[in-house]
T-cell receptor, first 112, second 115 residues
Framework: DSGVTQTPKHLITATGQRVTLRCSPR?????VYWYQQSLDQGLQFLIQ???????AKGNILERFSAQQFPDLHSELNLSSLELGDSALYFC???????????FGPGTRLTVT | AQSVTQPDIHITVSEGASLELRCNYS??????LFWYVQSPGQGLQLLLK??????LVQGIKGFEAEFKRSQSSFNLRKPSVHWSDAAEYFC?????????????FGKGTTLSVSS
C-alpha cells in the first residue's frame, strides 16, 4: 500500500458526460501527479500540482482539468467524454516536486 | 525529446531462472531512472531508482538494476525468479517539465513465469 488513495475504483459512464476522479496523496506529500494508462498510448503524464499550484502539463486534453485543494487532495475532471477516454487514471504523489513518485491503485473509467 | 524504450513486449522465464529486462532511454541531461512493477488490477509499485552515484542499485523483492551511461541503458535483473514476480514492468525516466517534473514511461514488458 503506497498510501495514495483514489476514488472511485471503477466508473462507467456514457459519452458526453462529465466525471470527477479524486486523489488523496500520501501524508506529507505536497505534489500530486495524474497519469493516464491506455492500451494504445501506454502510461502518459497528464498534469502536476505542487501545494495547490499547477507546475507541469503533459498530454492533457482541453476537455480535462484538475485542481489541488488546500488539504492537498486533488481532483481530475473529465468532460464531454468520448469512447477513447476509457482508460486507467492514476494519481501519484511525491514529497516535493521531485521524481520519486508513489502511485495510487487507479480509477478505471469506462465510457460507453 | 525524452523517451524510454523497452524492446521486449513479453518475456517468459522458468521459475528459479535468472531474469534481465532491458531498458534504453534518451535524455539530454543526467537521467533519473526508475523501475516500477504493476500486477494485474493494481497500481504501480516502485522497485528501485537511480539518481546518482553507484551505478548498480538495489531495490525491493531482490531486484537490482545497472545504469550504463555509454549504452543509455538501465536494465533490471533478478538472479532467481519466483512465480509471484509475474507482472508488467515499466522503466521510466524523470524529466523536467515546465516548472515541475514528470515520469516518461516505456511501453512495459510483461513477465510470465513458467513452472
Amino acid at each position: 500500500d503506497s498510501g495514495v488513495t483514489q476514488t472511485p475504483k471503477h466508473l462507467i459512464t456514457a459519452t458526453g458526460q462529465r466525471v470527477t476522479l479524486r486523489c488523496s496523496p500520501r501524508s506529507g506529500d505536497l505534489s500530486v501527479y495524474w497519469y493516464q494508462q491506455s492500451l494504445d498510448q501506454g502510461l502518459q503524464f497528464l498534469i502536476q500540482y505542487y501545494n495547490g499550484e499547477e507546475r507541469a502539463k503533459g498530454n492533457i486534453l482541453e476537455r480535462f482539468s484538475a485542481q489541488q485543494f488546500p488539504d492537498l487532495h486533488s481532483e481530475l475532471n473529465l468532460s464531454s467524454l468520448e469512447l477513447g477516454d476509457s482508460a486507467l487514471y492514476f494519481c501519484a504523489s511525491s514529497a516535493q516536486s521531485d521524481y520519486e513518485q508513489y502511485f495510487g491503485p487507479g480509477t478505471r473509467l469506462t465510457v460507453t | 525529446a525524452q523517451s524510454v524504450t523497452q524492446p521486449d513486449i513479453h518475456i517468459t522465464v522458468s521459475e528459479g531462472a535468472s531474469l534481465e529486462l532491458r531498458c534504453n532511454y534518451s535524455y539530454g541531461a543526467t537521467p533519473y531512472l526508475f523501475w516500477y512493477v504493476q500486477s494485474p488490477g493494481q497500481g504501480l509499485q516502485l522497485l528501485l531508482k537511480y539518481f546518482s552515484g553507484d551505478t548498480l542499485v538495489q531495490g525491493i523483492k531482490g531486484f537490482e538494476a545497472e545504469f550504463k551511461r555509454s549504452q543509455s541503458s538501465f536494465n533490471l535483473r533478478k538472479p532467481s525468479v519466483h512465480w509471484s514476480d509475474a507482472a508488467e514492468y515499466f522503466c521510466a525516466v524523470g524529466a523536467r517539465e515546465q516548472a515541475g517534473t514528470a515520469l516518461i514511461f516505456g511501453k512495459g514488458t510483461t513477465l510470465s513465469v513458467s513452472s
